[in-house]
């Protein structure tokens, strides 16, 4: 299950705890836009960011490309 922390106003930190690692990653937020820094494992990992991206348009930056980091851009569907 995806963790998802408010660190500051409009800075959120995502977690997701494997069974061999942890996966880490944050969402940027302005009043118009957004940027989602890595999208976990699996698209059901970005459940909890869906609701902060409602209505705002919003980009996807890959820190890397393992598999842990990038299987959930299907969320964007």
């Known amino acids: 299950m ?4 408010k660190f500051r106003p409009g800075l959120w930190l995502t977690e997701l705890h ?7 990653g944050a969402v940027i937020i302005g ?3 957004a940027v989602v ?8 990992d ?3 960011v869906r609701v902060l991206l409602a209505q705002k348009d919003w980009q996807l930056v ?3 490309a393992d598999w842990d ?6 969320f964007s569907k």
Do not use: C, N
């Open 18 to 24: 494997l069974d061999d690692f942890d996966v880490r």
């Open 62 to 64: 890959y820190s890397h």
């Open 46 to 48: 970005m459940q909890p």
């Open 2 to 5: 995806t963790i998802l922390k």
């Open 69 to 74: 980091h990038v299987w959930g851009t299907a």
């Open 37 to 44: 820094w890595d999208s976990l494992s699996h698209p059901r």
């Open 31 to 33: 009043e118009k836009s």
